[in-house]
């Protein structure tokens, strides 16, 4: 189950929640993502989700009153949220639809969420804005009253403290009662309590209203991080017009069905995938794939959800429900992205689990032994000391801004149609020395055509393009669309039967009562059927009537535009090694990787091969990123550290398969996700030096005794703010890799191999 736990920005409240529900009966595990604010629950399957539901918004708003619990995302105010006091009760009516409807629809309504929500409600900035000025005002008193009147000033401090930090001192003893001791309240609780103890009205009342404004700009960062990811990768449509028989009704888009036929008026996204039935216009695709070359539609073409529509109206036949259409599908495979924690991000949770009781008996020594040791030291002063060490327990720094990084560059890969399943993915580039191609489909178009036919002496023509387009029937290889295209020879359906395909190697079927085989030279070789040998460039497809060779055709595919740029950026970007597997024949590979300039070529692989190959080289290499098209090369993405899938725009095979897809078809996307990934590392890197050395500057100072509340409330909260702050810079990165200004198809280089 999948629940949105909305405006909870705090580090230590989230570990806490998903511990807690972890340990629930009936909850095998739980897990909370940062970056959307998004709990994971993994429960026994012979359970009622409502129950454990139930369960966490009890919890939920025992330890965070103000975070809203909701089964999907949104701001979307519910009939019953009307009803409604304080933010927390429009759970309860608990989308009756239940969970599976629930956890898909409402993504229209998201973008427009959370600013009200920025973990901090209207009536809390109010009490510290009085407590701002009461705080002044407590200064001005004690300065300009007789100092018999000195209990005046007092007063307005303790009036200034108890409204800055009221709920502070009622979270932390209400954690006291779960048992949960050492949380921010608490401490902060503690410190102040001790401050006024010590006579320090004044500092109790500062330490308390700055840290209420640390905690409003980290939740209020958190909260616009957050907010500008979802927004960068928010594609679907919020409305579309249904037509219902001579009018037009205006919907919700995730109402949209399958056979529904609906208008799309200009600059409005298409809500759901179909088929234009009238009109014509041009389509911008850019929320898609980054690019806004426009795409023409006309009757009988296909159109995904998520492209803007043009200059005309188009009336589109829907051919996928909302829910199963191309931009809702792409907004929850990144969403899940979240679920797959990167290497920094587990290297976090592994470091707080050490620093936190480090720093904590830090505190205690602190507190004890100075005084004990030192000549003069006073227990008040060090354990002022140690209340400041406290403070600075909280990783919340870098448990805030490490996950939002990631999903920060997983967003702004996805501006450019590049989508990443997962941060530990984004690691796998940065890290990667090694880059291995596909070469049909990858690096060339894989659109083949026929530039020679030979015939064997007793074959007429009519019978050879007979054989090949029945061979090819049934065939996806863009070889075997090649091959039907240049025979234009129609087969009747019925007159097939036993087709295999053989990845790889070629088809083999019956047609009437001949024995029909298409393919290479290896699989004909192992057939033991007698070719020649073609001796010049391109690649062969062999037909066979019978067992007898029948003749052979020549086809020749195209390199890509900026194929050749990538390969020379990935070198400038430090990728040691790039290999070329391919099925094709070893002339036609080597000629393509002479023209690229990759390192290694490897030909007549068949796909068995290709898994062979590639684990060694996998083995000679640090980390190794697969590029393939989805065609026959599924077991060599699923082994690779990272699987690149060409040109996922439509195709679902490609986006199951792949760990990362390009949406459109340029390989300079390949390199712009290494720069990302490489740019995320970079701002990771920062967030953790100048977390830790605030943090360890401050609690340096303080072992010397100079520490200052104010400081460790800044090493806490100042440093969680600019980290979140520096990370959100990611989204906005122009980026290295440079587009090539060729757009123009007609200006392709015409490279055939
Ligand atoms: P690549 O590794 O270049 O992407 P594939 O693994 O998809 O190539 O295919 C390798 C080879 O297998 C092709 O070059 C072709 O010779 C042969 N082949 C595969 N499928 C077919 C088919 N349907 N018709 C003819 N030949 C085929
Ligand atoms: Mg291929």
């Known amino acids: 189950m999948k629940l949105y736990l909305e405006g909870l920005t705090c580090a230590n409240c989230a570990g806490k929640i998903e511990r807690l529900v ?13 970056a959307t604010g998004t709990l994971n629950i993994e429960e026994d399957i012979d359970f009622s989700e409502e129950t454990t539901f139930e369960a966490v918004v009890k919890l939920v708003k025992s330890l965070e009153p103000h975070v809203v619990v909701r089964k999907t995302k949104g701001h979307k105010i519910d009939k019953t949220a009307s009803h409604c006091h304080d933010g927390s009760c429009n759970i309860v009516h608990g989308e009756k639809e239940g969970a599976h409807e629930g956890q898909h629809h409402d993504h229209e309504a998201h ?30 008193a004690k300065a300009l009253l007789p100092s018999s009147l000195a209990l005046v000033s007092m007063g307005i401090f303790l009036g200034a403290y108890l409204l800055a930090g009221y709920h502070v001192i009622i979270m932390a003893l209400k954690n006291i009662g779960h048992g949960q001791i050492f949380d921010e ?24 209203i700055f840290f209420g404004v640390g905690e409003y700009f980290q939740a209020k960062a958190v909260d616009n991080a957050r907010n500008a990811i979802s927004e960068t990768i928010h594609f679907s449509a919020e409305n579309a017009h249904l037509i219902d028989g001579e009018n037009t009704r205006t919907i919700e888009a995730s109402k949209v069905k399958a056979g529904d036929q609906i208008l799309v008026k200009p600059g409005e996204k298409i ?40 200059n005309e109206v188009l009336k589109i036949k829907v051919t996928k429900d909302y829910e199963d259409s191309t931009a809702v599908k792409i907004m929850h495979l990144i969403e899940e992205a979240s679920d797959r924690k990167g290497k920094t991000e587990k290297f976090i949770t592994r470091f707080s689990r050490y620093y936190t009781p480090t720093v904590v008996i830090s505190a205690l020594v602190l507190a004890i032994l100075p005084p004990l040791l030192i000549e003069g030291a006073s227990f008040e002063t060090w354990i002022y000391q140690s209340l400041i060490f406290l403070v600075v327990s909280c990783p919340c720094a870098l448990v805030l801004s490490i996950p939002i990084s990631y999903f920060g560059g997983i967003g702004r890969a996805s501006k450019e149609g590049i989508l990443i399943k997962g941060g530990n993915y984004l690691d796998v580039l940065y890290q ?35 054989a090949a387009a029945a061979g090819e029937f049934f065939s996806n290889h863009p070889i075997a669309e090649a091959v039907r295209n240049y025979t234009k020879t129609q087969i009747q359906e019925s007159a097939l039967s036993d087709y295999k395909e053989i990845p790889g190697k070629g088809t083999q079927v019956k047609f009437n009562n001949q024995y029909i085989q298409v393919g290479n030279q290896a699989f004909f070789n192992e057939s033991d059927i007698k070719t020649p040998t073609w001796e010049g460039q391109g690649t062969v497809v062999y037909v066979a009537i019978d ?21 020379r ?19 036609t590979a080597d000629r393509v990787g002479q023209v690229l300039g990759l390192d290694q070529v490897i030909g007549d692989c068949l796909p068995q091969d290709k898994v062979s190959e590639f684990e060694q080289i996998k083995e000679k290499s640090r980390k190794t990123v697969y590029v393939g098209d989805g065609m026959n090369d599924a077991p060599v993405l699923a082994i690779s550290d990272a699987g690149i899938a060409m040109g996922g725009l439509g195709s679902d095979a490609a986006i199951e398969a792949a760990d990362i897809i390009l ?65 959100t810079r990611i989204l906005k990165y122009k980026g290295r890799a440079s587009r090539s200004s060729v757009s123009d198809p007609s200006l392709r280089p015409k490279e055939v191999n």
């Open 569 to 587: 950026g990935l070198k400038n970007l430090g990728i040691k090694n790039t290999v070329m597997l391919s099925g094709d024949n070893q002339k």
């Open 22 to 34: 972890a340990k629930m009966p009936n909850v095998n595990d739980a897990s909370f993502s940062m």
């Open 547 to 567: 067992n007898q060779y029948a003749g052979m055709l020549i086809l020749g595919d195209q390199i890509k535009e900026n194929a050749a740029d990538m390969v």
């Open 432 to 466: 990667a020395d090694t880059f291995v191609f596909d070469k049909t489909g990858t690096l060339t178009y894989g659109e083949f055509s026929v530039l020679q036919m030979l015939l064997a002496d007793d074959v007429s023509q009519e019978s050879f393009f007979q």
């Open 111 to 140: 973008h427009q969420h959370g600013h009200e929500h920025g973990g901090m409600e209207k009536r809390e900035k109010i009490e510290l804005l009085i407590a701002m000025i009461l705080f002044v005002g407590g200064f001005f």
């Open 663 to 727: 949406m459109k078809d340029d390989p300079l996307d390949i390199l712009k996700s290494v720069d990302i990934a490489k740019y995320t590392r970079k701002i990771m890197i920062q967030n953790i030096v100048l977390a830790l050395g605030i943090k360890f500057l401050v609690l340096g100072l303080t072992v010397l005794g100079y520490g200052e509340m104010y400081m460790a409330i800044f090493a806490d909260v100042g440093a969680a703010v600019i980290t979140i702050l520096n990370t």
């Open 271 to 310: 809500p759901a995938d179909g088929q234009v039935v009238e009109g014509l216009s041009y389509l911008d695709t850019s929320p898609l794939t980054g690019e806004s070359y426009p795409r023409k539609a006309e009757l009988g073409d296909p159109v995904l959800s998520g492209m803007i529509n043009g």
């Open 185 to 208: 309240n608490f401490l902060m609780a503690i410190a102040t309590v001790g401050a006024l103890i010590l006579g320090e009205w004044p500092e109790a009342a500062g330490v308390m």
